[in-house]
């Protein structure tokens, strides 16, 4: 199936996805523990009946049963070396399906991928092209292998989302599905928004994007209505069957299919174009859904082609937010401090791998008003690539605003925007026959906007009418690539006023063109107008409001200068644009004028509020240890620990005074979702290097005894490990003995684990529905030896009601919450 076949046949008519694969084959005999993969194999005939009841109740697209078929998963059933041949054979059972229903040409086969359960960097061990290595290795077995489309399913990690898209985009032509799994907070685990998510893979080129597993079809209104404005693409919503509940042991599903059929005809309403089923759904599910949907007329009419060229495509974002760039909105400075010209104390830490100072420069600019951040590693003396590469990983976990990659090398950029996890912005794209080649091409694959700097390799353009032209031609190559208007902004070049007189005349002629006949966002490097003059900000100030009333979009400039970002918001209310009288007052009754141009003072940068779209982050006034914890800074814990130690402080006191207050202060961050998955394991990792270095102070004379032993470990038959690591990781910081046992542990294991080690509390992890019922197997089994720990149960499908149903003396819903149940079960 090709991009055009797959598009065509959405136009057609609603695309109708299969249901449940993994709780009916349990229900058909498939026990708990084995590879699902290797014991389909084995039972083909149940696999291939249960996808032609699928095709019987109405689905165009069955998802071959490949779900955990790449290289990691299947290691940890010995099988790795298996992969193409399994892969080919899974593939073989949904082609058998469709011959046998005489459905050839009818029913289409998405070859199914998912996550790894390894993270990937920076916070996790796996290098992201070795991400993109696993997936490029079962896609091409799956497109060898004969399937017509690929899923990339039940996604937790934009991240992982991007590795898979571009593995396709790499090895095959393929339609290229992808759905996310969101929490009942609209986000997901890594903290993505529906709108990030939308736009990311949007730009990115997939060709359908959505949502599965994660509720019922009634929640999932609301994430399809945000993605909705920022895709034209086709979505997708795979729903559970309402939620799990335990009746008689058994994992039940509390929505019967009828009113499954009723609520999937709302997201039908909603524009969703492609619909199915995920837990607990059946055959009768799928089979209501599709008569629900001819019943209302609902079935041959789609929502795409209403989206295409509506959605909101000018704009950039991280992982976990997005910022919009509106012709007619809020004026936007795109900060450009992270720069090494002209800053020694930068380049000596550059040259050392250090990133305190531009960690400090992100935050201060984030403080201070910026919309994006501008990015240039560019210096003699170190590997800019390489340098490139650890600043992007590092910002993108301590800052929400997107990076604009600014550099001179093209192999640069794309290094930046492959492992980049959000929409980045290129700075810059000119005619220069190097950039002008390689890098729209370059902006399209990775789903980049990008300045557009309007010179050539004959360098600036003599007059007006020539600056237009270079305008047009790389607008030309842009749109020729994929790329629209949208996608760009156009750089007004400024000239330095004090050698040309016209200068800002003839800038703002261009912004002026480009905003009101060409229709696209622009941008200056402001500095340049006064260079060479006293007291520039007063010139750069006063441009600035010129520009924008003229049309100017944005501008690369120094937020921490207070006038000139008191103009920007004048200019804002003087030009009447929305809310703007608004953000005038809260700017100047917060800020103080203070001239500053020149470096960032490093009483800024050590003051400096995060800002985020739900909340602040305030440090002032705490020691720099506790800051270091909060911000994740592992090698500044490191060093600050190191210096305590060699000042003789007291080990147990570094660790109540500044330690364990960091990290309550980041799990109260977390709670308000003010920090997400990302910042809770990057804090809690840089405490941890901490503790381990002062473990030998605090052996010699250990005077403070551990709170109590946590046995923890994800129960037998479920590999997923990564909410359960993270809760060992904050018990160990607290200051308890953490014995873990890792993923996949026999509930014996873990009883005679806790005898042994006379553990105070068992902690228990399950990720999925099929293993929910280990729990109770321990519980009962600790109750029959009579061990004195008490249970502590969590996971993605663990509720509250399900731990009182088992037994268990407490329910977690999250590492933070782990640390306070535990606290207060050994406290009664």
């Not at 998405?110 to 390894?118: L, R």
């Amino acid at each position: 199936m090709t991009k055009k076949e797959f598009l065509d046949l959405v136009n057609i008519h609603k695309v109708i996805l299969d249901g449940a694969t993994g709780s009916n084959l349990q229900k058909r005999g498939m026990p708990t523990g084995v590879c699902p993969e290797e014991w389909i194999l084995e039972n083909a005939d149940v696999m291939c009946g249960l996808q032609r009841e699928y095709i019987q109740a109405g689905t165009n697209v069955l998802y071959a049963p490949t779900f955990s078929g790449n290289r990691i998963k299947l290691e940890e059933y010995g099988l790795a070396d298996k992969l193409e041949q399994m892969n080919t054979d899974l593939v073989a059972i949904s082609k058998r399906a469709i011959q046998e229903e005489h459905a050839e040409g009818k029913v289409f086969i998405a070859g199914d991928i998912t996550m790894t359960g390894v993270q990937v960097e920076p916070l996790g061990p796996m290098p992201f092209e070795e991400l993109v290595s696993v997936y490029k290795e079962q896609i091409t077995c799956l497109d060898k292998a004969g399937v017509d489309l690929l899923v990339v399913e039940t996604m937790m990690s934009l991240q992982e989302c991007r590795a898979a898209v571009i593995a396709a985009k790499e090895v095959t032509t393929l339609p290229i599905m992808v759905t996310l799994s969101f929490n009942e907070d609209g986000r997901t685990l890594f903290g993505t928004n529906p709108e990030t998510a939308a736009l990311v893979l949007t730009t990115l080129s997939a060709d359908a994007i959505g949502i599965n597993c994660s509720t019922g079809p009634e929640k999932m209104i609301p994430v399809i209505e945000k993605m909705s404005k920022y895709t034209d693409i086709p979505l997708i919503c795979k729903p559970n069957a309402g939620l799990p509940q335990m009746v008689d042991g058994e994992t039940v599903y509390d929505m019967d299919a009828d009113t499954f059929a009723k609520e999937m005809l709302v997201l039908a309403q909603k524009g969703v174009d492609i619909l199915g089923g995920c837990c607990g759904t059946t055959p009768e599910h799928i089979q209501k859904m599709v008569s629900a949907l001819k019943e209302e007329n609902l079935y041959d009419k789609t929502a795409y082609p209403e989206r295409i060229g509506k959605a909101v495509r000018r704009a950039v974002s991280s992982e976990r937010a997005t910022k919009d760039i509106d012709l007619d909105g809020a004026f936007g400075i795109i900060g450009e401090r992270i720069n090494p010209t002209g800053k020694k104390a930068l380049q000596a830490e550059l040259r050392e791998g250090c990133l305190d100072i531009v960690t400090d420069m992100a935050e201060a600019q984030e403080a201070a008003g910026a919309s994006i951040l501008d990015v240039n590693m560019g210096m003699n003396g170190i590997d800019e690539k390489e340098m490139m590469l650890k600043a992007v990983k590092e910002l993108s976990v301590i800052t929400d605003l997107p990076l604009s990659i600014d550099s001179s090398h093209v192999d640069v950029v794309e290094a930046a925007l492959r492992i980049y996890p959000g929409r980045a912005l290129i700075n810059s794209i000119s005619l220069e026959p190097e950039k002008f080649e390689k890098l729209i091409p370059i902006a399209k694959k990775y789903g980049a906007m990008f300045i557009l700097l309007p010179l050539s390799e004959k360098g600036l353009p003599k007059d007006i009418q020539e600056k237009k032209e270079i305008i047009h031609i790389i607008l030309d190559a842009a749109k020729k690539q994929g790329l629209c208007k949208e996608d760009v902004i156009v750089d007004g070049l400024v000239a330095t006023v004090g050698a040309n007189r016209l200068a800002a005349i003839e800038t703002l002629e261009t912004i002026s063109y480009c905003k009101n006949e060409l229709g696209v966002a622009t941008a200056c490097g402001l500095s340049n107008i006064s260079f060479g003059l006293p007291e520039r900000i007063f010139v750069n100030s006063a441009f600035m409001a010129m520009a924008i009333q003229n049309g100017l979009t944005m501008a690369i400039a120094n937020p921490s200068q207070e006038l000139l970002m008191h103009a920007v918001y004048a200019a804002d209310l003087l030009c009447n644009k929305p809310d703007s009288d608004l953000r005038y007052i809260e700017r100047v009754s917060q800020n103080k004028i203070s001239v500053v141009d020149g470096e960032v003072d490093a009483d800024v940068a050590k003051k400096a509020v995060k800002k985020t779209d739900t909340g602040v982050v305030d440090t002032e006034g705490k020691d720099a240890l506790f800051t270091a914890v909060v911000k994740g800074r592992k090698e500044k814990v490191l060093e600050l620990v190191k210096e305590k130690i060699a000042n003789g402080e007291d080990a147990q006191g570094v660790i109540d005074q500044s330690l364990i207050p960091a990290i309550n202060h980041v799990g109260e961050l977390f709670d308000k979702q003010i920090y997400y998955l990302p910042q809770l394991i990057s804090s809690a990792e840089a405490m941890e290097g901490g503790i381990d270095l002062l473990e030998p102070e605090l052996a010699k004379n250990r005077s403070a005894k551990s709170l109590g032993t946590v046995v923890i470990a994800t129960v037998e038959h479920d590999i997923h490990d990564i909410g359960k690591n993270l809760v060992a990781l904050m018990l160990r910081n607290y200051g308890y003995k953490v014995i873990d046992l890792g993923k996949d542990v026999p509930a014996d294991v873990i009883i005679d684990t806790a005898i042994k080690e006379d553990a105070d509390i068992i902690g228990l992890s399950a990720l999925m529905t099929t293993t929910m019922m280990e729990m109770k197997k321990v519980v009962n089994m600790k109750k029959e030896q009579n061990v004195r720990a008490k249970v502590i149960i969590g996971g993605a499908v663990i509720t509250q009601g399900f731990a009182d149903e088992i037994g268990a003396d407490g329910y977690s819903k999250d590492a933070q919450d782990a640390v306070e149940v535990v606290g207060r079960l050994l406290a009664d």
